[in-house]
């Protein structure tokens, strides 16, 4: 769930605030809040630049390790913790006379896991012991090609995309589709349907296969 407010401070500029929640395990377990401040800068017509600040506070898996036979070794609780992160995009965008517009975006983003003190449980003596989980930096540039149907005044903007996270290689493919509702000149919603599957990434971190169910609000003036 999200929540969306911009502020068009003239032809060109244009600065928002944003905020959301994700669940996952079907609702059950709370996986993120994030809040964050953007800006937008017109170039030309169809070619757009972006920057922005994400602060996103995180509820990290647990993760085991295992030893060679198979047993448990070291046992760490899931925690929350804070993250952050920056970016930068350009987006690209050209409608047709039919009302088609294609979007295709490139997106930089630098993300930041704190350092972490906690506790690992050790399975061979039965206790607890400090443990510290280093910060960790993570580059990742996310490409996104859009499709919609954009005809003005229109009520329904349905649309799909299909956007890749690359860092080094490819990690996460995530495939979208939705619908805008402009309800009115300053007030919109967003329905969609999101699948996403994982590359090269440790199962113990991140389900395989992810399914997303979405809705925002976005207020401009």
């Given at each position: 769930m999200s929540v969306e407010v911009q502020k068009s401070l003239d032809k060109q500029w244009s600065v928002g605030l944003e905020a959301d929640m994700r669940t996952r395990n079907n609702f059950q377990t709370m996986d993120r809040w994030k809040v964050g401040v953007g800006a937008s800068y017109k170039i030309t017509k169809g070619?757009?630049?972006?920057?922005?600040?994400?602060m996103m506070y995180t509820n990290f898996r647990e993760d085991i390790k295992y030893k060679e036979s198979g047993a448990y070794n070291k046992w760490l609780p899931s925690y929350w913790g804070p993250r952050h992160r920056i970016y930068a995009a350009l987006t690209g965008s050209h409608k047709f006379q039919n009302n088609?517009?294609?979007?295709?975006?490139?997106?930089?983003?630098?993300?930041?896991?704190?350092?972490?003190?906690?506790q690992l449980w050790d399975f061979d003596d039965a206790r607890w012991e400090d443990n510290v989980r280093d910060g960790k930096g993570k580059h990742?540039?996310?490409?996104?090609?859009?499709?919609?149907?954009?005809?003005?005044?229109?009520?329904?903007?349905?649309?799909?995309?299909?956007?890749?996270?690359?860092?080094?290689?490819?990690?996460?493919?995530?495939?979208?589709?939705?619908?805008d509702i402009q309800l009115t000149k300053?007030?919109?919603?967003?329905?969609?349907?999101?699948?996403?599957?994982?590359?090269?990434?440790s199962a113990r971190s991140y389900d395989p296969h992810m399914n997303y169910i979405g809705v925002g609000y976005k207020l401009k003036w």
């Amino acid at each position: 769930m999200s929540v969306e407010v911009q502020k068009s401070l003239d032809k060109q500029w244009s600065v928002g605030l944003e905020a959301d929640m994700r669940t996952r395990n079907n609702f059950q377990t709370m996986d993120r809040w994030k809040v964050g401040v953007g800006a937008s800068y017109k170039i030309t017509k169809g070619l757009k630049a972006d920057v922005g600040y994400l602060m996103m506070y995180t509820n990290f898996r647990e993760d085991i390790k295992y030893k060679e036979s198979g047993a448990y070794n070291k046992w760490l609780p899931s925690y929350w913790g804070p993250r952050h992160r920056i970016y930068a995009a350009l987006t690209g965008s050209h409608k047709f006379q039919n009302n088609i517009k294609v979007a295709l975006r490139e997106r930089w983003q630098w993300t930041y896991r704190t350092e972490h003190e906690g506790q690992l449980w050790d399975f061979d003596d039965a206790r607890w012991e400090d443990n510290v989980r280093d910060g960790k930096g993570k580059h990742q540039l996310r490409s996104r090609l859009e499709v919609s149907y954009d005809k003005k005044k229109a009520l329904l903007v349905p649309f799909a995309s299909v956007e890749l996270y690359n860092s080094w290689a490819i990690e996460k493919v995530r495939y979208t589709v939705g619908t805008d509702i402009q309800l009115t000149k300053h007030h919109g919603f967003q329905l969609f349907y999101r699948h996403q599957h994982m590359h090269n990434t440790s199962a113990r971190s991140y389900d395989p296969h992810m399914n997303y169910i979405g809705v925002g609000y976005k207020l401009k003036w």
